[in-house]
Structures are given as structure tokens and as C-alpha cells.
């Protein structure tokens, strides 16, 4: 397993995990350097944060110096260079990553989506720059040098022997993928304004169905059986298989669909939502940061101080709700875009976990599934400490409900789809497919919308990511559980794993003193909690 320490510098970041950010953490060296950023700008306003175009040509300039020099004999040079190469690559991402922020706010400001735009179309050969470094610095004579503590740490290079991924075939299959992409939040804005919602929705699964095929040569090309398995190591470092999520899956239809369709059946007894303006909504996640105290009240004033969230509503805000690490602020950032209901106070807890998790740790490096456990923990216990949450609590029981159901039946879709080929991959079949694992986990034909999977932006944007909600949701219930047997301990639990750079979901559970969601008998216990709670 890679040595995640100084991923920082080395991490292969792509558009798909852009909202995930990328970590600073403290030590020596390169840490120093990285963890005095920080400090000097723990509290610079989103306000006074300016956008500058990158300069692509300067990256790929500083990258070609740093290998020529990883050649040499001079490692003083070497660094010298390493370190002017990773202020200029942290500048690429911290404004890819503003320039993302801005054009999610609003969708029809043209300058922003051609920014934006900009960024994405050089992400990949930036990535793949940062990738053929890792593999000269490798096979170079300072290796040995580099993997001290004070540098990279023992072991790091190992998996950066032999040939990188990144070639011209790969750097040109990414950079399809991107254009893509490009495409996809294009339709999205345009549902914001057309007219013809249905035609638009339309075009989004046909490209959806070209998002799967060219995503299937990409795994054919670097030699997986499937795109869920290249998508499993390359984007997530899973420690567990596709075969292990597709029995999950199948466990999850047999004992969690039976309650989740009597719920729908019959409604859940005390299901109440109330509306909520921004002030409340802001208020819930305040008051929950004041009450646990600790490392989260300390992230809740940076992000209250620099003002480092959107939480307003607008028409032409992309419809969803992420958080973003800039890197060369060494700060986070909360997206959202509101219902005007108490459902929010749960959306801005969930990514204020996220902050927490990348304050605590600079810029989190832990594992996709790991992060999850985070944000979903955070909604958990906030129900925990706020007050007169009982109706908020039946809600959130409810919601992690249909976390487990509906994100595996997206999980189940994707699985199928991506086993779609040649002609039989159409927007017909996908749609068809849909409505087909749709009935399956009792989600009904919703409202008779077999299309609907076009209005789930991870299909498009973070393909295979969706299980990532179950499993870690698993983990984060158990926070919860932790926490009404024994006052604190279960935020005890979440404090103290924070700051951590384990990149393995189930090795993290390990070591956190929680149990894997594959454990024998997990999913009966979780389905009588719910029967429990819900009736």
C-alpha cells in the first residue's frame, strides 16, 4: 500500500475528485514549508481569495527542470526545484479549485464557465505531469535521499517503478473524458433555462451511455478486466472488491428493501420537515460546533472568521452541495445550494464534516470512503448535540434509510451499466436498466421518471463513487450507536480520528475500533435498528 504521507505533492488529481481537496500535514522539510503556508493564511477571507488563470507552460517547464535535475548529482538543486515545481502545481488546483466555486454559484456567468472550463481541459496533462516525476524521481540516484522522513518517507517510491500510466494514449483518453465532462455541466446549466427540459435530459443519458463506453477503453487500455475495477485502485484505493460490494448489494435488497417499501407504504410516524432560511441553517451547525467544542469549534471559527462557505440559494447555482480544500490557502470550502428546509441543517453538518476532517489535517488524504465516514458521522451527532432535534433525528433515521437503499440501487445501476457494450450501450437500455434496478430495491417507478438517473450528478462526475454513502454510512451510524450508549464517546471517536492519512477504508475501521460493514450479521443489525427507530 502507497505511503500517502506527502501525497500532496504526488497525488494524481483529476476533475472527478477535485471536491475532495488534497492534505498538508505536519513534519519536517517539505512539511514545514507546507504546514507555514497554512499558518499564515488560517484566516484569509473567500472575500480576498483572487483568481489567477494558470499558466500551463510554466508547469510544464518547472516539470522538465525538476527531471532534469533528478538526473544530476545535485540534490540541494533538486529540492530547491521541487519546491518551486509544487508552489506552481498548487496554483493550478487552488485556482481550478476557485474558479470551480465560482462557476457552481452561477452557472450562467460566462466568464466563470470559460474559466472553469479552461482549468479542466489542462487537468489531466497536469496530473499526468506530477505522475512522470514520481517515476523519474524513482529511478534516480536520490532516491534514497528522497524517502527519509524528512522528504517523502521509506517505501514511498515503490509503486513508482517501471512505466507510468500517464502517456500520450492515457493523457489523451482523460482529456476525452474532461471534454466530456465539459459537455455534462453544460446540460446542466441549460436545465436551468431551457424550455425543453425533457430533450436536455435526453442528451445527458446519451452521454452518459459515451461517458461508459470511452470509460471502458480507459480500463481496456491500462490492462483491468473493468472500469469498476481501474475506477476501485485508481480513484479510490479501496481495500475491499467489486465481489464484496456485490453481495453487499444483494444483502441490502433482501434486508433493508422490505422496510424501506413498508415506510413507503405507510410513512414514517413523526416524519415532519419545517422550512429553514440560511440564518437557521447556520445557526444548527453553530450551535453543534460550540457544543462538541474542540477541534470542530476551532474549524467552525475559521470557517465562520473567513466567511468560507455558500449556503444561499439561487436558480443558477449548480443543484448540489460539495466542500473543497484550497491548497494554497490552506483552507476549506462549503458549497451548498438549499432546499429552504430543515433537510439542510443535515446538508451543511454533512460537509461541515468534510471541513473538520480537511482543517484537522490540512487537506485530508485519507480515502474516499474514509472522508465519508466524516461528513455522515457529523450529521449523526449533531442530532446529538443541538437541541429539540426530535423531529430532526426521525428525519435523519429516515434519510440514512434511504442512503443504504437508494445509493446501492445507484450502486446496482452502475454496476449493470458499465457491463453494457457495443450496441446493447444506448440511452434506451440505460434507461430501461434504471427503471429494472429501480423496482428491484422498492424505489417504485418514481413518479414514472425511468430517466431520472440523469439527475445524479456522480453517474457523470465521480463514476463508482456512490457506494462510498453505504458503507461509510455503516461506519458513521456507528458513531451514533457510540454516542447514545456513552455521552462523548462517540465524538471522542471522531476527534481523535480527524486528522487521519489512512488511504483504506476497511484498515481505518481497524484501527478506529469499528466494525467492517461486511462483518457477518452487520446489515441484520442495522435493518432492527431501523425497524426500531421507524416502526
Known sequence: MKNRKIRLLCMVLCVALLFCGCELLEGTGFMDLLDSVRQEANMIPYADMEYVRPEPEAIEQALEVCMESAMGEDFDKLVEELYAYMDLYHNFYTNYALANIHYCCDMTDIYWTDEYDYCMRYSAEVSAGVDQLMYVLADSVHREALETEEYYG?????DYEGESVWDETFTGLMDAESALLTEYYDLSAQVVESSDTDAVY???????AELIALRQEIAEYTGYESFRHFAYDFYYARDYTPEQEAVYLAQVRQELTPVYEKLRRGGVPGLRVFESGEKETYAYVQEMAEAMGGTVLEAFKLLDGAELYDITYSDNKYNASFEVFLSGYGEPFVFMNPTGSTQDHLTFAHEFGHFCNDYASYGSVAGIDVMEVFSQGMEYLSLCYCQDTEALTTLKMADSLCVFVEQSAYAEFERRAYLLTGEELTADALTELFRQVAMEYGLGDLGGNSIFFTQIPHFYTNPMYVFSYVVSNDAALQLYQLEKAESGA??????????????????????AELESPFAEGRLESIRATFEEVLG
Not at 521509506?154 to 515503490?158: A, I, L, N, R, V
Open 490 to 511: 462517540g465524538l471522542a471517536a471522531m476527534e481523535a480520528n480527524l486528522a487521519t492519512e489512512e488511504a483504506y477504508f476497511l484498515a481505518f475501521l481497524e484501527s
Open 202 to 208: 435526453w442528451r445527458m443519458a446519451e452521454l452518459l
Open 154 to 158: 521509506e517505501g514511498y517510491f515503490d
